[in-house]
T-cell receptor, first 109, second 115 residues
Framework: QKEVEQDPGPLSVPEGAIVSLNCTYS??????FMWYRQYSRKGPELLMY????GNKEDGRFTAQVDKSSKYISLFIRDSQPSDSATYLC?????????FGTGTKLQVIP | DADVTQTPRNRITKTGKRIMLECSQT?????MYWYRQDPGLGLRLIYY???????NKGEISDGYSVSRQAQAKFSLSLESAIPNQTALYFC??????????????FGSGTRLTVV
């Protein structure tokens, strides 16, 4: 079993839709939870991070962590064509970071 | 200038050749990493370095070596390239302080093709 599982997609949605991206993890020792966004031919860039269960909001983006279920989500409201990218979850603990394989998102105008 | 610069951006090389990928950073971070990214496999850690005198193997170090020439420079070498090393390679840095566990800054990547 992989330490972090992420649905690879691709996910295609119309502009303005709410997008839900998800990851599950197996190691309860993980402490920090991140989402990276990667545009084509670019490196991943940190989008959001959190270290506790619950929600964290930043503009149109909301990161949600449920430690009891070992489940993390990223919600994008009012999705825009500029949100088209691959989204990677990343989970960290004890100096080790494990990345999900990424979900490719396309927002259609 | 980018915070993390990787050269070259693209490279095609032949099987058996030695190749070096270079990374330099202006973030002032002590920690540097090399990852490779493959479709369906995600990012996998090759080597990492927490300071100039510290080099550590990651999960897929076989066939690779690294050199930390300075705080700002970390190079990755393929001693004898083979086709299954065809991938997208990323260098990253992090800060050993508050963001050590989550604040990675990545370069734009090197697309390497071994033929």
């Amino acid at each position: 079993q992989k330490e972090v599982e992420q649905d690879p997609g691709p996910l295609s949605v119309p502009e303005g839709a709410i997008v839900s991206l998800n990851c599950t993890y197996s190691n309860s020792a993980f402490q920090y939870f991140m989402w990276y966004r990667q545009y084509s031919r670019k490196g991943p860039e940190l989008l959001m991070y959190t270290y506790s269960s619950g929600n964290k909001e930043d503009g149109r983006f909301t990161a949600q962590v449920d430690k009891s279920s070992k489940y993390i989500s990223l919600f994008i409201r009012d999705s825009q064509p500029s949100d088209s990218a691959t989204y990677l979850c990343a989970i960290s603990g004890y100096q080790k970071v494990t990345f999900g394989t990424g979900t490719k998102l396309q927002v259609i105008p | 200038d980018a915070d993390v610069t990787q050269t070259p951006r693209n490279r095609i090389t032949k099987t058996g050749k030695r190749i070096m990928l270079e990374c330099s950073q202006t973030k002032g971070h002590d920690r540097m990493y090399w990852y490779r990214q493959d479709p369906g496999l995600g990012l996998r850690l090759i080597y990492y370095s927490f300071d100039v005198k510290d080099i550590n193997k990651g999960e897929i170090s076989d066939g690779y070596s690294v050199s930390r020439q300075a705080q700002a420079k970390f190079s990755l070498s393929l001693e004898s390239a083979i086709p299954n090393q065809t991938a997208l390679y990323f260098c990253a840095t992090s800060d050993p302080g508050e963001t050590a566990n989550y604040g990675y800054t990545f370069g734009s990547g090197t697309r390497l093709t071994v033929v």
